[in-house]
């Protein structure tokens, strides 16, 4: 999850093909500790316009398929297409159902045609684009003319508690990086896409302890995978140096680990003059 509005990124973007190999060994262990993604991905349905009939819907970075499968119950006669950038989550997701035809894509550059869903959903995937312009413009390129991009993702101040504790520590980029909600509003309102709503919401988690947080981390395929991040082993001095610092935080439930969600959908207007 790189945010771009860093501008001197030290080594440049995750590499995708890390994402993906990332993901697709997550996919086993991913729906134990996808608590947050179920309650995102939920919310991000109860967004959808009531009216909306897609003969043809997309999940976008579907991962195990969970959403794929409560958008085939909404749209029973709607066609359905999972796409995910990690080969090993859509083997996963094949075999529970849901959608139709299950894609190994990229949401910069979707293999799919132009003008061929009434719905794209892509729920906590696109933080992992560095190019969000690309998916927006790939949305209004696949969606068509009366179609809507429906998507959550995260900004900046998630995993806050995290990132400052290891601040104090070493300095070092241990949390993956997010967009500005700035960032967001603007290209949204530039991508030729009507804005029918776009709003953050931040979602805590509590946990008895560090460790906790950051093996659910792992588990979900979401670990820090950013250039500069450090490597191999944890020491020691500086993990004791993380705990400390992180229990200036806790609250009565435990420690929190914050996540900005920004929920979107826009629609593709129905003639390029509206
Ligand atoms: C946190 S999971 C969310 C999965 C599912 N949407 C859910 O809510 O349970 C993120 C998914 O996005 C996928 N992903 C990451 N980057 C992607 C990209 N560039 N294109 C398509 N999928 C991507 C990952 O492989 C992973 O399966």
Not at 128 to 147: K, S, T
Not at 228 to 238: D, K
Request: net charge neutral; glycine share 10%.
């Amino acid at each position: 999850m790189t945010d771009l509005s860093l501008p001197n990124l030290p080594g440049g973007l995750p590499d995708k093909r890390q994402v993906a190999a990332s993901f697709s060994r997550a996919a086993a262990s991913y729906d134990s500790v996808a608590e947050l993604q179920r309650a995102v991905g939920a919310h991000l349905l109860t967004q959808l316009p009531a009216d909306l009939q897609p003969p043809c819907w997309v999940d976008l970075g579907s991962g195990t398929g969970h959403f794929s499968r409560a958008l085939q119950a909404c749209y029973p006669q709607g066609l359905g297409v999972a796409v995910d950038i990690a080969e090993g989550m859509l083997l996963h997701a094949r075999e529970l159902g849901g959608a139709r035809y299950h894609v190994v894509g990229d949401a910069e550059r979707l293999p799919l045609r132009s003008a061929s869903a009434g719905l794209i959903f892509s729920s906590l995937a696109v933080q992992w684009c560095a190019d969000f312009a690309a998916v927006l413009g790939e949305a209004r390129r696949v969606l068509q003319p009366g179609g809507v991009f429906a998507f959550a993702s995260l900004c900046v101040g998630t995993l806050y508690e995290l990132r400052d504790s290891w601040q104090e520590v070493d300095g070092l980029v241990h949390v993956n990086r997010f967009r500005q909600l700035d960032d967001y509003q603007r290209l949204c309102a530039a991508s030729g896409l009507q804005v029918l709503g776009l709003h953050t919401q931040p979602h805590v988690l509590h946990y008895p302890d560090v460790r906790s947080l950051t093996h659910e981390l792992k588990a979900l395929g979401a670990h820090n995978l950013n250039p500069g991040r450090p490597t191999g082993l944890t020491g020691r001095a500086r993990m004791q140096g993380l705990l400390q610092a992180y229990e200036r935080f806790r609250q009565p439930a435990g420690l929190p680990a914050t996540y900005q969600v920004v929920y979107g959908v826009l629609h593709k207007p129905l003639s390029e003059g509206d």
